[in-house]
């Protein structure tokens, strides 16, 4: 089945740890998107990519990197985790390189960080 | 600084319409989008408005007002599995989404 996968869909983390969450996508789409959203919160931007090879910073993207080396992989790490990065995070796409809005998200990892 | 505002919950009844509002204060604009959440999944696309006007897909309706920076999202014949959270979310200047919060849409029968 076309669609977005993330792993792991859920994680407990120790403060100052490091970790990667995965997103792979079958779709062919351009552009890919991490957020993160918190309750009483809109989604909030952490990092985007239009196309292969190239990365852009969004709302939030202190404490975060990714890389597209590929146009089906778009990795989120967090160098060294803190509590206040406990969230749930989204891997989003879109066909075209720019952002026409029409977002197919993956189903979400959730992170914990003690 | 750029506004999505948007309820936080409402409650309708099965079988009857609701209609979730809308406002955005956003650089620049370049569309209006709604999404459907149902809790612990991802959000999925309902609906984009660029133009003045009611956009009508089934069940679901959006409209759009650019001048008043103003949107609503209209469910009909409301089913229990509507039960969901409702997100507004602005295209702005850049091209980059701004989103509300979200509006959690409780459906009793």
Redesign the interface.
């Known amino acids: 089945i076309a669609g977005i996968t993330q792993a792991p869909t859920s994680q407990i983390l120790a403060a100052g740890r490091r970790m990667t969450l995965r997103c792979t996508q079958d779709m062919r789409h351009n552009a890919m998107y991490w957020y993160r959203q918190d309750l009483?919160?809109?989604?909030?931007?952490i990092h985007y990519s239009n196309t292969a090879g190239t990365t852009g910073k969004?709302?939030v993207p202190d404490g975060y990197s990714v890389s597209r080396a590929n146009t089906d992989d778009f990795p989120l790490t967090l160098a060294s985790a803190v509590p206040s990065q406990t969230s749930v995070y989204?891997c989003a796409s879109s066909p075209t390189s720019?952002?026409?809005?029409?977002?197919?998200?993956?189903?979400?990892s959730r992170l914990t960080v003690l | 600084g750029q506004n999505?505002d948007q309820p936080t919950e409402m409650t309708a009844t099965e079988g009857a319409i609701v209609q979730i509002n809308c406002t955005y204060q956003t650089s620049g604009f370049?569309?209006l989008?709604w999404y459907q959440q149902h809790a612990g999944?991802?959000?999925?696309?309902l609906s984009?408005n660029v133009l003045d006007g009611l956009e009508e897909k089934g069940r679901f309706s959006s409209f759009l007002s650019r001048s008043k920076g103003y949107s609503y999202l209209l469910l009909k014949e409301l089913q229990m599995k509507d039960s969901a959270s409702y997100?507004c979310?602005s295209?702005d200047s850049n091209?980059?989404?701004?989103?509300?919060?979200?509006t959690k849409l409780i459906i009793k029968p």
């Open positions: 009483g919160l809109g989604l909030r931007l969004g709302e989204f720019g952002n026409t809005g029409e977002l197919f998200f993956g189903e979400g | 999505i370049n569309g989008f999944e991802a959000p999925t696309f984009y997100l979310a295209l091209y980059q989404l701004i989103w509300g919060a979200g």
